[in-house]
């Protein structure tokens, strides 16, 4: 655990030295994950609560000639049978989709209707006292499908004759490209690229196919529902985000948003896979129509086949450079797959993220988010930034290979600083990539050579912009001095709920054993997005310091009005309240919190704001490993992650996120991919098939903490979870490379890929 | 359901219509309470969950010699037993005596350490898997007792030679009279009543002896503990006050308030008897020892004998006047059983209400609370009050009589008006003594005679202070226009929870449906007392109306930068947004909502407050009864209870607290009342004894709501549940008294206490 490398500390904090910020203490929620009492969905029982099973659509592509299910409603035991008509009531559907025509796919996407559009689709829902009793009724609905050819590639989705996924998704006026497969295009463009290319001495352009993965939480996908009566429904939900389970919920069904109370459970692992609603739509339903809890838990199997893996995809680069080294073009082309249905857009999220690192004179991104038929794309961790990252830098690399230069020196030439205009128009605040790379070249990793046959080292950097959107905490101080601490955002176990309390103590100048936060639900606390985009110890502790400084503004006009003088004339600091206008008049923050009930009231404030200021992040991953020839296995032998996280508040919490979120990139760069067969059903949807890194596949990752101070948060926090997983797929590729002389343009980069690309598979 | 009689309405309002105070929609909670869904403290079931029981002293008076637990804690499926011993480690003890003092007897009234102070006084608790088990353990328990004769009578209490309870209670400098078996003595004085006696023509003194009775709710008091870790307790409570819990609990094991969530449940009515922690200490000592959930329910019997009944008490009233029917002087001395342990004064308590309706030129108020071996005295509905209304009331209808005047009118030639100082000092606000007077004589009851042999007709008023106290409520506003309500009020079965919503609905000028209450848990919403003293539809209600306008204020803010104009020009009213600087610029509540979230953040607000200008209360009671002359029985016949509610949120609600309350003053009047033996155990422990008044016992109650706005409310609002329980004992009493000519100076008025006044029993 080395201590952070502060990068102009002293001239940052104003000599200013933190309490809480900065050391280590016990996580908040670390004695009961450990001993096994933190509350999942799972544990959730409710009395006479019953168990609610999906049917899925068997077949990637299929018409819905009608769903029958009155033999599964007769069956004995079967209490609830729900399909797409539960959703609205009948009367209520053309209406709807003439005042919100984008609500049809939403729905559709959520009970297939008309089509199924991909295996896994949700055709209907059972409630039953026992889940193999309602399992047993899920045989029972009789469902008349017509099969489809489906779509299964995105460059096939392109094509003139590709069937196609959605018949109303109609070229539109304004929207260039867009239409048939075809859900979103993008463009940017910066300068001349015909003319950056003409400069150029050296160009590389490659092309590389990105597989689909999984998030892969531990936790299943699980949903709680109560509908308790006709204005009131409790949902416990695994989940990122309450308030986007409430939203997705309160549009599906319909009804007001504020009959719906989402109640957080601790979610074992999301890493973006859990920020909608999945079985708490269908749960609701039942429980509303059976009249008892619903209890819903995904198997792994749909956890696979029916969330929201990571969008596979296909990217061509072009980058050209000037003997000296300085990049004169860059384009690329991103085919993502955007699944079944659209979501957000993927081309969107690409095109913001492609040569980031660099200071590009002339470029242009083109992006398309195409459907086929597979499950709707979703978040993972940094989404799209692992896979543009892997193609960037890979040509970057071998730019640099040409050129005779040293990556690293060609990386340091080109790279962006503050003022770069990317190329789709951002221009960077301060932002530490010059910082990031050369401490990433101070380390022991860096400066110890690597040696031995089949061996190489990679490096490779990205970027991730973090996210801010909208956060409330509330704090009320308590008779003996004790502080509750409320926000909206879920701890998805990045103990993100320490981070926001630790930001809270500090600004109270109390110790944080005298915090307590909770996560509260729907009802209870102002809206806050998702955890997510590695927004909430930025954000929800912005939040959390704006209270903390109302609540010390009205502890001083109790101090004042215990004292009978002005409350401009009380200071508060080390937690004591003081005035210039006695030097005897001294109470501590306990003191004063105990006679708060009785000089005015309680003391509880909320702070629900959108912050400004988010500070983006870069990571650089450097890589060791050892290929054996015999087998294309890749061992990997060291790793180490640095990275500007702008400033540390549990340095223990964030070295933590920086080696899981390098186990993910390891796992995406060399064993996990969906794999597919030509009907479009996932072959490998287990733990057994689908291969994550174990402990085996994965040695300690050293990081490496550098703070260049975000200026817009108080104490200089960048978002830290999500840029450490961008880098590794392309660093892992370069090792390999340096390792065996060969490039892979393929992820994941399995034994069988390298064996191929070494010529030993014919 | 007659409408309320607004008084001076046109000018109070100034003209103002209201859209939903004074409406009668259906209650928030009225589907869930009829349809068995709303969850009580019973219903809470917890994985792991086990039982927990309390062993109780079998003697009213008795030293403790020791407490061997060792059997219990070997029984096989007994998984935790505490004693005193729990409550503070051993080390902590002699320290925290030292510091909190008064902190001794509130630990040794939880669980007994020297000794047992009357029968049910808590001695152990143990857990075990089963109820049964638990029970079987307590058998296990050897307490070696030395049994002292008990102290039942408070005029024996007062005896130099009685029995001490607490040796402790030494007399102290500067509290005479305290000492002994006396925890506390007032006395309040104005101007000379030995002269206004001498100034009288007819002076009438009584003595009164009032029974101790139960609050009689249906739930018995139960609880439920989750420690789930170190820093985290959770309880379910059975409770008018999750804070009030959090408090005790805090206070008695003791840990940090911020470490307790007290989540409240559903309470199956309460009526003050619930207002303090009864089993969630217990169970949270047990949950911690055998780290499981630990769910405790009362048997009837021990919400008898150990929670806190209505203070028995002895009065003894003396009043004089002149034969113009003024009156010239009063004095009272009233001695209350404070129970085994000292909680509230009720001495204090009945002071203030002492004489409350009338003008009294001179008086002296003397009040001493009492320790016996009973359990210790609790809030019931309006504390104090029917006990000292029925001993002033029926003395001043005793002098009226004397005097040859109507009740009425001798009443009205003394009533308190604004400006009349009472004998402790208040001066009276704008208060309803004779709007409400009035209205009782304008009622058709009162305009229609009553004939027949051995039926009376009575007539009583009372007032009650109410209560404000702090409270919290926050708003937030959703994207689809929906608003959440959040307190820390419990709704006790008062319909509070729309009472509070309807003010907030019509400050937001939105449709009621729009508003979902909810009740918050200590953690998740700011500080709020009680529900008692009927403060919570006034403070409570403040504290939305103060959230509400803060609110629009924000809504008014986005509607101006929406509009890019200064906000100072948004009006808001008629659930429309618009601008003086522009006619066609208009936006709806929920068109403003829909872009709060990206319009700079969410709009969530709290306000957390004790407001000033709570509104006393007035109620008559007017009762006529037939005595049957053979048994001694009284059959009430008529029954009409008249009130000053300042403003009736939903009239339809406040006519359910007044129909409720009379009903409670009827079992007060003539059945419910502890029976002792002499050693002090209760007779008459279950609801077959214990004789409450049921559906034959009670005719339809007639209310007339009397509106005379409290001016410290924004819409008039006067606590209304408590002032109509406290009349009806006099006013059956002087009904009595019309049927027989024969007057009863104890409660209840039982047939065989009717047959004895009557000379029927010897």
Redesign the interface.
Same mark, same amino acid.
């Not at 007001?256 to 009959?259: K, R, W």
């Not at 005015?600 to 909320?606: A, D, E, K, L, R």
């Given at each position: 655990m080395s201590e952070p490398i502060n990068q102009k500390d002293d001239e940052e904090k104003g000599g200013v030295h933190y309490k809480v910020i900065g050391s280590r203490p016990l996580a908040?929620?670390a004695? +009961?994950k450990s =001993?096994g009492?933190?509350?999942y969905t799972g +544990?959730i029982? !409710?009395?006479r609560m019953i168990q609610g099973k999906i049917l899925r659509s068997p077949h990637a592509h299929a018409r819905i000639r009608s769903i029958d299910t009155s033999r599964a409603e007769a069956l004995t035991g079967v209490l609830a049978v729900v399909t797409w008509r539960d959703l609205w009531p009948a009367k209520d559907l053309a209406n709807q989709e003439r005042v919100k025509p984008r609500y049809s796919h939403f729905r559709d996407s959520y009970f297939a209707r008309h089509k199924a559009l991909y295996c896994g689709h949700p055709i209907a829902a059972v409630a039953a006292a026992e889940p193999w009793l309602a399992e047993e009724a899920l045989k029972l609905i009789d469902v008349d499908y017509e099969v489809l050819p489906p779509v299964l590639d995105p460059l096939r989705a392109l094509e003139k004759d590709s069937p196609i996924l959605h018949e109303d998704n109609i070229p539109k006026e304004g929207r260039p490209g867009v239409g048939g497969n075809v859900a979103f295009r993008v463009e940017n463009l910066k300068g001349d690229p015909e003319t950056g290319f003409a400069q150029a001495e050296v160009i590389v352009e490659r092309e590389f196919r990105i597989g689909t993965i999984h998030q892969g939480y531990i936790e299943p996908t699980a949903a709680v529902a109560d509908w =308790?009566?006709?204005?009131?429904l409790k949902l416990w939900s695994s989940t990122q985000s309450v308030f986007f389970v409430r939203?997705d919920v309160?549009e599906l069904l319909p009804i007001?948003?504020?009959?719906i109370?989402v109640i957080p459970t601790e979610p074992g692992g999301s890493f973006g896979g859990k920020s909608a609603a999945f079985l708490e739509p269908a749960a609701a339903l039942l429980s509303r129509k059976s009249g008892r809890p619903v209890r819903m838990v995904m198997s792994r199997e749909e956890v696979f086949t029916a969330t929201v893996p990571s969008t596979g995809c296909f990217i061509r680069v072009k980058m050209g450079a000037t003997r000296l080294g300085r990049i004169t073009a860059a384009t690329a082309t991103m085919i993502f797959e955007t699944g079944a249905y659209r979501g957000l857009s993927w081309a969107a999220g690409g095109a913001r993220l492609m040569f980031a690192p660099y200071d590009i004179p002339n470029g242009r991104i083109e992006g398309y988010d195409v459907f086929v038929n597979k499950p709707k794309s979703g978040s993972f961790r940094a989404p799209n930034a692992p896979q543009v990252t892997f193609a960037y830098e890979n040509v970057i690399d071998e730019l640099s290979e040409k050129l005779g230069l040293d990556p690293m020196e060609f990386r340091l030439r080109n790279v962006a600083r503050q003022g770069t205009r990317k190329i789709d128009g951002l221009v960077y605040p301060r932002i530490g990539f010059m910082e990031t790379l050369q401490a990433a070249m101070k380390t022991d990793h860096y400066q110890t050579p690597l040696q031995g046959p089949c061996r190489g080292r990679g490096i490779a950097c990205g970027w991730w912009p973090n996210n801010a959107l909208?956060? =409330?905490c509330?704090l009320?101080v308590? /008779? /003996?001095g004790?502080?509750?601490l409320?926000t909206g955002s879920i701890d998805v176990g990045s103990n993100a709920r320490t981070a926001i309390a630790m930001q809270a103590a500090e600004r109270l100048s109390i110790p944080l054993a005298?915090?307590?936060p !909770?996560t509260?639900? =729907?009802?209870?606390?102002?809206?806050?997005a998702t955890t997510g985009g590695s927004r909430t110890t930025f954000a929800t502790g912005i939040a959390a310091i704006t209270a903390a400084d109302e609540l010390i503004r009205r502890m001083r006009e109790r101090a004042a009005l215990l004292w009978n003088i002005d409350s401009s004339t009380v200071a508060y600091g080390e937690g004591t309240f003081t005035t210039d206008s006695d030097p005897a008049k001294r109470l501590t923050f306990k003191e004063v919190a105990a006679q708060v !009930?009785s000089t005015?009231?309680?003391?509880?404030?909320?702070a629900?704001?959108?912050p400004k200021g988010v500070g983006s992040a870069v990571s650089v991953c450097l890589v060791d490993l050892e290929v054996d020839p015999e087998t294309g296995k890749v061992a990997i032998l060291r790793c180490t992650s640095i990275q500007d996280v702008g400033r540390a508040i549990h340095p223990g919490h964030v070295e933590g996120q920086i080696q899981g979120a390098v186990a993910q990139g390891i796992g995406r760069a060399l064993s996990e991919e969906y794999q597919f067969d030509d009907q479009g059903r996932l072959l490998n949807r287990s733990f057994l098939d689908y291969r994550m890194p174990t402990a085996t596949d994965v040695p300690l990752i050293e990081t490496v903490l550098v703070e260049v101070p975000n200026p817009g948060h108080p104490y200089g926090v960048r978002g830290v979870a999500e840029p450490p997983v961008v880098p590794p797929p392309a660093a892992v590729a370069i090792a390999i490379n340096r390792a065996l002389g060969i490039r892979l343009f393929e992820l994941p980069m399995t034994p069988e890929r390298v064996l191929r690309a070494m010529g030993k598979l014919g």
């Open positions: 908040q929620d004695v +009961d =001993t009492r933190a509350a +544990d029982k !409710l009395p =308790t009566s006709e204005r009131q939203r309160a007001p948003m504020a009959h109370q909208q956060s =409330t509330s009320g308590n /008779d /003996d004790s502080v509750n409320i005298e915090i307590h !909770l509260g639900d =729907t009802s209870s606390i102002g809206y806050t !009930l005015g009231g309680p003391i509880f404030v909320t629900s704001l959108e």
